[in-house]
């Protein structure tokens, strides 16, 4: 699977929008990528995942370059419970054999009041 | 999303000692599961991916005699860390998918295990 490269931490304030970017220059053409989250001691939360098109749900967009060498996790109205680790995570469809989330150092949003 | 379930979620035993821990999913059928690991202000680290009906595959590193893994249905997986020393105190994370068209991982809450 492709690493990522993300920056350690980032702040942003409550109410704005926060964005959070990923690189992935080594992606091959059909990995996904990935994005979840880590509020401090639970378990990791989905939050989106796309091939190529930017995407969008109730928790955030995504948005890839053209060439899928990076990405952005776009938060649109950040609240303090969005506090956490963000992973950026490329891989492989998921099958029997294949598709293991592999874990980086991930991004720590700080919210700020 | 689909919820995963983890029991206990907090467990502390002697060193010497085997725990186990269950991952359960609770509303579909989970044909894989992972088990991770994490220490203080580090990442997870994927150890085993467990397919049901069949053995764990381990990841480099990961002693397959000492964390033991089953997967014996298709809603649960356990992981039991066999002969615990301090050094195995961690918070252990699994996740679920499955073979639907919905293949998204859906993790547990986690079990912090303390070993004294």
Request: aromatic letters at 8%; a positive charge.
């Amino acid at each position: 699977d492709a690493k990522t490269t993300q920056p350690p931490s980032m702040d942003c304030a409550e109410g704005r929008a926060a964005n959070l970017p990923c690189n992935h220059s080594t992606i091959s053409g059909n990995e996904y990528v990935y994005w979840y989250r880590q509020i401090h001691s639970q378990g990791p939360q989905y939050i989106i995942h796309g091939l190529k098109n930017n995407e969008t749900n109730e928790m955030a967009s995504l948005i890839i370059t053209e060439d899928r060498k990076s990405s952005t996790l776009i938060l649109p109205h950040a609240t303090l419970r969005d506090t956490a680790v963000y992973y950026c995570i490329v891989r492989l469809p998921l099958n029997r054999n294949t598709g293991k989330l592999i874990f980086g150092q991930g991004t720590t949003l700080q919210v700020k009041p | 999303g689909a919820v995963v379930s983890q029991h206990p979620s907090r467990v502390i035993c002697k060193s010497g000692t085997s725990v186990k821990i269950e991952c359960r999913s609770l509303d579909f059928q989970a044909t894989t599961m992972f088990w991770y690991r994490q220490f203080p202000k580090q990442s997870l680290m994927l150890m085993a991916t467990s397919n049901e009906g069949s053995k764990a595959t381990y990841e480099q590193g990961v002693e397959k005699d000492k964390f033991l893994i089953n997967h014996a249905s298709l809603t649960l997986s356990t992981l039991t860390v066999t002969s615990a020393h301090p050094e195995d105190s961690s918070f252990y994370i699994c996740s679920a998918t499955s073979s639907g068209t919905a293949r998204e991982q859906y993790f547990g809450p986690g079990t912090r295990l303390t070993v004294t």
